[in-house]
């Protein structure tokens, strides 16, 4: 694993991104860190001093790119809205399954279509997923089934294990 400071330049663009995205309300990041492995098609950025964990991740398709809270940050991912899901759903997101809607118990705050959201399990409350919302919230409320989120990190995927070699 390669492991690089980032210049300040990168830093100011990468708050301003997150304050724009996620209404992040820092405006400057003072020690962050870029993680690479033999995988181009992700990198991790990460501040271990301000517990602020993302992914870099290439989009398929097209050469923009997109920033995922990873699930250790604590910056960013308490600002994303949060789905419960009941118990029998948690050992499939945990296995890389999309959250179908039948699996859904509560939605807390608002999204959009291709917004980011938190998926927590219902039992401990603990957060299990990151995801992308393939329908508004109000649409998924009034689901009766289908997939609703798009399961992007999960607990045990490639990208927690690549961190698990970041922070131990």
């Given at each position: 694993?390669?492991?690089?400071?980032?210049?300040?330049?990168?830093?100011?663009?990468?708050?301003?991104?997150?304050?724009?995205?996620?209404?992040?309300?820092?405006?400057?990041?003072?020690?962050?860190?870029?993680?690479?492995?033999?995988?181009?098609?992700?990198t991790?950025?990460?501040?271990?001093s301000?517990?602020?964990?993302?992914?870099?991740?290439?989009?398929?398709?097209?050469?923009?790119?997109?920033?995922?809270?990873?699930?250790?940050?604590?910056?960013?991912?308490?600002?994303?809205?949060?789905?419960i899901?009941?118990?029998?759903?948690?050992?499939?997101?945990?296995?890389?399954?999309?959250?179908?809607?039948?699996?859904?118990?509560?939605?807390?705050?608002q999204?959009?279509?291709?917004?980011?959201?938190?998926?927590?399990?219902?039992?401990?409350?603990?957060?299990?997923?990151?995801?992308?919302?393939?329908e508004?919230?109000?649409?998924?409320?009034?689901?009766?089934?289908?997939?609703?989120?798009?399961?992007?990190?999960?607990?045990g995927?490639?990208?927690?294990?690549?961190?698990?070699?970041?922070v131990?």
């Open positions: 694993m390669r492991i690089y400071n980032l210049s300040k330049k990168t830093r100011d663009e990468l708050a301003q991104n997150l304050s724009d995205c996620f209404g992040w309300k820092r405006t400057k990041l003072s020690d962050l860190k870029a993680a690479e492995n033999e995988d181009p098609s992700f991790i950025l990460f501040d271990t301000e517990n602020l964990f993302l992914l870099k991740v290439a989009q398929s398709g097209n050469s923009t790119l997109r920033y995922v809270p990873l699930l250790r940050d604590e910056q960013v991912l308490p600002l994303l809205p949060v789905v899901v009941d118990s029998g759903a948690v050992k499939f997101v945990c296995n890389g399954a999309n959250v179908m809607r039948p699996g859904i118990v509560k939605i807390g705050g999204f959009r279509k291709s917004d980011l959201v938190v998926i927590h399990e219902e039992k401990y409350g603990k957060a299990i997923s990151v995801g992308r919302a393939l508004s919230s109000q649409i998924v409320e009034n689901m009766q089934r289908g997939t609703a989120i798009e399961n992007l990190h999960y607990v995927d490639r990208y927690w294990e690549a961190l698990k070699q970041i131990h």
